[in-house]
């Protein structure tokens, strides 16, 4: 009986110091700080960022990475820190310094006015480069010029091209010169004739009509015989013979330029051609203008040859649309006629 009762006293001693060890307990856990057991999870509800404690200013991208850590150390759940909700988030946006935000707005704006800068500069245009489906064996990139100059072209006849052909030409001197070499493509093309340029040139004064129309005998004769030219006799007296018909219109009209822009009302005619075959061997101002220079006695002015004429004293741009040397034929063409 007496061993029963002291196992009984045991149990109930034990029972008595595990009821006394919870109650220590839960006063423990009621003496806690107000924000250790309140604060922290309704935050972490309601305002879920954490902020380290620094003395300096955060930046746009500590604040990020703290949005995705989700952190649990918080100036807000400093030990013993009672101040109301308000005031954290207060606190939390002070910390994000308003001058990061501004530095990165003004990165952005930098951005976005040097994209703008590079989008508003036009890209080279395609028809003015070379297509290398048309031709495997020119370099990318190069000036694209009229379908008749090739690879295989002289440099002479390039160089007419992009310096001569075409450009309005006002000088009664020049025009005189390009009649004259325009009327030998009845016998040679237009690179064997650009190749005794330089000689035709010294040999008539720089194309000189005043001067040409008063050569002698034995001055037409030394240029017949003259190998570095090798022209018929007909093609030398014909230059001396226009040169003089072109005197008699300068004391009609005052001047070879002003008769001969007349046939284009002082204006060049713009064509704006495609293909090689849209352009035409003669037209109808060269055929009015071929039949009266006939008639007043000049000689090798076919309308085949007038056309030829007037395509490279650019009284006509024929030049065709993908040629770089179209829009700066152009230009000239739209200025005010110069000569008057």
């Not at 190998?227 to 013979?241: E, F, P, Q, T």
């Not at 005619?269 to 000049?298: C, T």
Request: aromatic share 8%.
């Amino acid at each position: 009986m007496s061993k029963t009762n002291s196992v009984r006293k045991h149990v109930l001693e034990k029972s008595k110091s595990v009821k006394e060890t919870r109650s220590n307990n839960n006063n423990n856990s009621n003496h806690k700080p107000l924000s250790q057991s309140f604060f922290p999870k309704f935050l972490k509800k309601v305002y879920p960022i954490g902020l380290q404690k620094s003395n300096s200013s955060l930046s746009l991208s500590s604040l990020s990475l703290s949005l995705s850590q989700n952190s649990n150390d918080s100036l807000l759940s400093q030990a013993d820190s009672v101040a109301p909700l308000d005031e954290k988030i207060s606190l939390a946006l002070h910390l994000i310094s308003p001058s990061h935000t501004n530095n990165e707005v003004l990165r952005r704006e930098e951005v976005n006015n040097v994209s703008k800068i590079v989008h508003q500069q036009p890209p080279p245009s395609s028809s003015m480069l070379i297509n290398n489906d048309d031709d495997d064996d020119e370099k990318p990139g190069e000036l694209r010029r009229c379908n008749w100059i090739t690879k295989n072209s002289d440099k002479v006849y390039i160089e007419f091209h992009d310096e001569c052909w075409g450009v309005p030409a006002y000088d009664d001197n020049k025009l005189f010169e390009l009649l004259a070499l325009s009327g030998l493509l009845m016998d040679y093309n237009w690179t064997e004739i650009l190749k005794r340029k330089e000689t035709l040139r010294e040999v008539f004064a720089g194309f000189d009509a005043n001067i040409v129309a008063k050569m002698e005998e034995k001055e037409i004769m030394d240029i017949i015989s003259n190998k570095a030219l090798s022209l018929a006799d007909s093609r030398i007296m014909c230059i001396v013979d226009n040169a003089k018909c072109i005197m008699k219109i300068v004391r009609e009209f005052g001047s070879f330029s002003s008769y001969i822009w007349s046939y284009v009302n002082h204006k060049p005619i713009i064509n704006r051609y495609r293909y090689p075959r849209n352009v035409p061997l003669r037209s109808p101002k060269a055929e009015a203008l071929s039949k009266d220079l006939v008639k007043r006695g000049f000689r090798f002015v076919g309308p085949v040859i007038v056309h030829s004429f007037m395509q490279a004293a650019g009284l006509t741009i024929d030049h065709l649309l993908h040629c770089y040397r179209h829009s700066d034929c152009v230009r000239l063409a739209e200025r005010p006629w110069r000569h008057i």
